[in-house]
């Protein structure tokens, strides 16, 4: 998909622009993908244009979502944690399910000892035959077990490892949550979370400063030129 070209003159009607775009590609007129084909047509974001441009004629709304989550997470908060929540829920569930074979494991192992222990107590009624038979399935069942624990150990290994993705997700999102995807500069949700730091600190207080900048003429400009200018 080809984004439409913005032209930069006032009676551009991006919103026209968009849902007609929006439209041809059989996408639904939801609010999250129109924020997508807004911010890709206006070309504010050049990222989001170029994963817009990669979508097939006709993108599944998965595709989008999975847009959306990537450059709108304060839109898809709850989702996000809750599918990461999932993907935790099942990471832990695989390592309890191997904890419990190499404690069934172990334990069949401990049985072999113990019956082990108890036949060679009486040493007198033990053949030369006997010893050795004892003693290959004693070599095995070692064998076996120390094989099974390095399994474990490196099943484990791989699943603490896919744990801590999951963890540098969760990171990646709450920073891009916290981003304004225009100015890459913190938005609203972290300057609330600032200032509510800052006022719980009576430091922060004495030794913070909020500066206000204004560009004049502002609004002129946005109606001489239109959204797209103002954004760049």
């Not at 006032?10 to 924020?35: F, K």
């Not at 997508?36 to 993108?59: K, Q, T």
């Not at 599918?83 to 935790?88: I, L």
Request: proline share 3%.
């Amino acid at each position: 998909m080809q984004p439409a070209a913005i032209p930069t003159d006032r009676n551009t009607d991006i919103a026209s622009t968009v849902v007609a775009t929006m439209r041809q590609l059989g996408v639904l007129g939801l609010p999250r993908n129109y924020e997508i084909f807004y911010e890709a047509l206006c070309g504010s974001n050049h990222e989001l244009s170029l994963a817009v441009v990669s979508f097939s004629n006709r993108p599944t709304q998965e595709d989008l979502d999975r847009i959306g989550r990537t450059f709108f997470p304060q839109h898809h908060g709850p989702a996000i944690v809750e599918h990461a929540r999932e993907m935790v829920a099942k990471e832990l569930e695989d390592i309890a399910t191997l904890l419990r074979s190499e404690h069934s494991h172990i334990e069949k192992y401990g049985r072999i000892l113990d019956e082990t222990s108890i036949g060679l107590s009486n040493r007198s009624l033990l053949s030369q035959e006997l010893l050795q038979k004892i003693a290959g399935a004693m070599s095995a069942a070692t064998s076996s077990t120390i094989d099974h624990g390095r399994q474990i150990a490196s099943t484990l290994s791989e699943k603490t490892a896919e744990l801590e993705s999951v963890k540098s997700k969760l990171e990646e999102y709450k920073r891009l949550a916290d981003t304004d995807p225009l100015t890459q500069l913190w938005n609203r949700r972290a300057f609330d979370k600032e200032i509510t730091r800052i006022y719980n600190s009576n430091r922060g207080i004495l030794f913070n400063a909020l500066i206000l900048a204004d560009i004049d003429h502002f609004k002129d400009i946005n109606d001489r030129y239109g959204n797209p200018v103002v954004d760049r």
